[in-house]
């Protein structure tokens, strides 16, 4: 096989490991991005963590005018050292996420407890019925990353109806500040997370490197090309 040959059969070879590179970036940034993936962060010092409560009244009247919601944190499930982030009535809540504070990780417990009025709340509120639930968010840039719950336990997260005044209902939330899922309207990593990015830039780094040993192969070639013409016309 002559020279000529073997540098094409080089290319040729060149071509489609590049072809091959961009199809799998491409093909990584479809999983990564477009589909729903479960990521852990990394190299993250502190995530912001908001809290959304989703209220609604099952049956009238209002029950949340006579309830305070209290939220605490701690990093340990028996709530040693806990901190009050919350305490308020619940119908002043607004519609938007709730920031409790920022935490490293990897475990962060919430502690929710939900009292009755006393004396103030009448009868009349015996067959009322509200039914509340709570989601998880780390603050990124532009979007909110939705946390999974590790575990989630307490008759605060069951319907309230026929309530007694100076009732209190209580519960707690086990989540991972660093764990969350990434889906099609997020599209953007938490606070100082460089997942899934690092990896993309590897393999960008890979395509741009063999982009660049191709374009030294084909200069080469060229000038070998022109050293022989120039050889025949001597």
Excluded at 47 to 54: K, S, T
Excluded at 78 to 84: D, K, L, P
Excluded at 215 to 232: P, Q
């Amino acid at each position: 096989m002559d020279n000529n040959k073997i540098k094409s059969a080089l290319i040729s070879c060149f071509a489609a490991g590049k072809k091959a590179m961009a199809a799998g970036l491409s093909l990584l940034f479809a999983v990564f991005v477009l589909l729903p993936v479960t990521v852990r962060a990394v190299e993250t010092n502190m995530v912001e963590i908001l809290v959304q409560v989703n209220r609604e009244v099952v049956k009238t009247p209002d029950l949340y005018k006579h309830l305070t919601l209290n939220m605490k944190t701690a990093d340990n499930p028996e709530g040693r050292g806990a901190v009050e982030v919350l305490n308020t009535k619940m119908d002043l809540l607004g519609s938007e996420p709730i920031s409790v504070g920022s935490y490293p990780g990897p475990n962060l417990y919430i502690f929710f407890t939900v009292t009755f009025d006393g004396p103030e709340s009448t009868n009349e509120y015996q067959g009322a019925t509200v039914s509340t639930s709570y989601e998880f968010f780390s603050k990124s840039q532009l979007k909110l990353n939705k946390l999974k719950i590790i575990t989630q336990e307490g008759n605060v997260f069951e319907d309230m109806i026929n309530l007694n005044p100076g009732d209190v209902f209580e519960g707690v939330a086990h989540i991972d500040p660093l764990s969350f899922t990434l889906s099609t309207d997020i599209v953007v990593p938490p606070t100082n997370d460089p997942t899934p990015v690092r990896l993309l830039l590897i393999l960008s780094g890979g395509l741009t490197a063999l982009l660049g040993i191709q374009l030294v192969i084909y200069v080469r070639s060229k000038r070998k090309d022109k050293s022989a013409e120039n050889g025949l016309q001597t």
